[in-house]
């Protein structure tokens, strides 16, 4: 809740500081309506004249102030503008001066009316100068289209508002009719070039402001031709209401610059929506507007219609519709091209959806067509593989039994014929009989290798030092008899693990470590089983023969050996169902040894 009070009381601060110089500007027109309507004339000079000053005065304070708070690209523009500010402000000093304290009636034109020129002249070049109206767009049939309808505009204020009234009146001069024609000119050129600055550029964020000065330009430009008007026909009060129309002029000025220093202290939201809104409300308001502004200006100066200004109005109003027919057959032209354009873009895209869609069905019955011949593949390959495995399980199963009966009926004939057979067939029962014997041990071996994937596993948790005690306990009696020293280091532990296929890949190891140190003098086995980061590793080391690495990859191969079978008989299947055993575990093996220096082979479990 306080929160939210704190985040009310600053919107409402900041709606006041926003507001606060248009309250104190209306407070100030308030009291100068007032002290007109009760001062006598005399007095009426006075006022008048002090308040032009100070609100001259308050406005290029204002426009100072802005310059120094706004963006760098906006300060040299706000500074222009400070100086038509201040350049008027000079003006009303010379005809304070001249007309208060030296009680002069002011000529025409005189050193003041060059001040009051600078102020017009200095407006349009800060316009010039923001960034909004340096982003150049490329020049197209629409700008001079909006130049031409301006200009048709200014015309006919010039011809109807100065020119003819001018040349009706006998004691005009001919230098006192150009430098009120160009005077003219500069007056509602201010204005006319304002508005179509606002018609042209985009604006965004200083849309309000451009806005305020536009208005504040409408003003000046009305109230110069009321007083021009009044001047001319001698009708000038110094109660007129045109008299608070300057401060008007310099309270929406000022307005402008506050309001500016105010935006740029603050982060705006995105108003490219906003800009193109105020972009179509523009389009269609400004050609009204203009004809608005002529019809205005004729119906002020009807009192000096002569033939000749009504065909010269005529003709300027006929060109004036001219202009913006053509205009607005260019944008028709234009929106037509880039409605046709999205109708094209509209019409790929259809064609591009239409395309993806049946890719994406091409696809999808590739995809189907494809995972449908893989499924067929696999089941194949399956099926293939079983029967494989079948075969390979079942030769080998039924090859024990004949081997059997060549081992038996060897030694049953070895029996019979003792004293009958000579060395050398001695000698040849028995390498029948070794023969039987070994094909026995490899057809053992081949099935515990194929036993691996025809049995299903079976996780359990497992403690190690138990599983490890297992293990080697039919090997102790080795152990004690070779003095083989034996070291068992296993730290306490439970895995989730299938302990056949551990128990298997472990006893191959040790059976390894016990026929590779044979022949070695004292010889050494270790079992190790540490915990390690996401899993176990367990180590079977011995000091046996070793062997070089570089044949790493091949030892852990079906059949592959490095010694011959009367060195160290051995079927060449123990370290390949290692490697099969421990994968289907999850896990891996691999080992490190140098020859005549033993090895170490190691387990990896995943945790």
Not at 112 to 132: K, R, S
Not at 192 to 210: E, I, V, Y
Not at 446 to 454: G, N, P, T, V
Request: glycine share 6%.
């Amino acid at each position: 809740m306080a929160a939210e009070a704190d985040k009310l009381n600053t919107e409402i601060e900041t709606t006041r500081s926003r507001w606060a110089l248009a309250y104190a500007w209306l407070s100030g027109l308030i009291v100068y309506a007032v002290a007109i309507y009760l001062a006598s004339n005399d007095v009426q000079v006075w006022i008048n004249d002090l308040a032009w000053t100070l609100a001259a005065a308050a406005a290029a304070y204002c426009c100072f102030r802005a310059a120094r708070h706004v963006e760098p690209e906006r300060r040299r523009a706000w500074l222009w503008v400070t100086a038509a500010c201040a350049s008027w402000l000079l003006g009303q000093l010379h005809w304070n001066y001249v007309h208060l304290i030296l009680k002069v009636q002011q000529p025409f034109p005189s050193l003041n009316q060059i001040f009051y020129t600078g102020f017009a002249i200095f407006i349009m070049i800060g316009v010039m100068q923001l960034p909004e109206a340096r982003q150049r767009e490329p020049f197209t049939l629409k700008h001079a289209g909006n130049l031409g309808l301006v200009t048709c505009c200014l015309a006919v204020t010039v011809v109807l508002g100065m020119l003819e009234p001018a040349l009706q009146n006998p004691t005009v001069t001919a230098a006192f009719l150009w430098l009120g024609i160009a005077h003219t000119v500069l007056v509602a050129g201010t204005f006319l070039f304002t508005l179509s600055a606002l018609w042209t550029f985009r604006w965004g964020s200083a849309w309000t402001p451009m806005l305020l000065m536009v208005i504040g330009t409408c003003i000046y430009a009305v109230s110069n031709f009321a007083y021009a008007h009044s001047l001319l026909t001698d009708s000038y009060l110094p109660d007129d209401v045109v008299n608070a129309s300057w401060l008007l002029m310099f309270g929406l000025v000022a307005g402008a610059a506050h309001e500016q220093a105010w935006l740029s202290k603050r982060e705006q939201d995105d108003i490219k929506h906003k800009t193109q809104v105020r972009e179509r409300w523009l389009e269609a308001v400004m050609p009204a507007l203009l004809i608005v502004i002529m019809i205005a200006v004729a119906l002020s100066s009807s009192a000096t219609f002569t033939p000749r200004v009504i065909w010269l109005s005529a003709t300027i109003f006929i060109l004036f519709a001219v202009i913006l027919g053509a205009r607005e057959a260019w944008i028709q032209r234009e929106s037509q091209q880039l409605t046709d354009q999205l109708l094209s873009a509209n019409q790929q895209l259809q064609d591009a959806n239409l395309e993806l869609r049946h890719s994406e069905q091409r696809f999808r019955e590739l995809t189907t067509a494809l995972e449908h011949r893989v499924g067929e593949r696999t089941t194949e390959l399956k099926r293939a593989y079983e029967e494989l495995e079948g075969f390979s399980y079942a030769v080998a199963h039924d090859l024990k039994a004949p081997l059997r009966a060549i081992n038996g009926f060897a030694h049953l004939f070895e029996q019979e014929m003792q004293g009958e057979l000579t060395d050398r067939a001695r000698e040849h029962l028995s390498r029948i009989r070794n023969g039987s014997l070994k094909m026995s041990t490899l057809i053992d071996d081949l099935l515990s290798y194929s036993h691996i994937d025809r049995r299903g596993m079976q996780a359990s948790v497992v403690s190690l030092p138990s599983l490890v005690d297992q293990v080697l306990s039919p090997y102790q009696d080795e152990i004690q008899r070779r003095s083989i020293m034996m070291t068992v280091v296993v730290e306490p532990m439970t895995v989730r693990v299938d302990a056949s296929g551990l128990s298997q890949a472990l006893r191959n190891l040790v059976e390894n470590a016990l026929k590779y140190t044979r022949d070695t003098k004292s010889p050494r086995i270790a079992v190790v089983c540490r915990r390690k980061e996401g899993g176990v590793l367990l180590a079977v080391t011995d000091n046996g023969i070793g062997f070089d690495m570089q044949y790493h990859d091949h030892i852990f191969k079906l059949f592959q050996r490095l010694h011959r079978d009367d060195q160290y008989p051995g079927t060449g299947i123990g370290l390949a169902l290692v490697r099969k055993a421990i994968e289907r575990l999850g896990g891996k093996v691999w080992a490190q040894s140098k020859p005549n220096e033993g090895s170490t082979f190691t387990i990896e479990l995943p945790g």
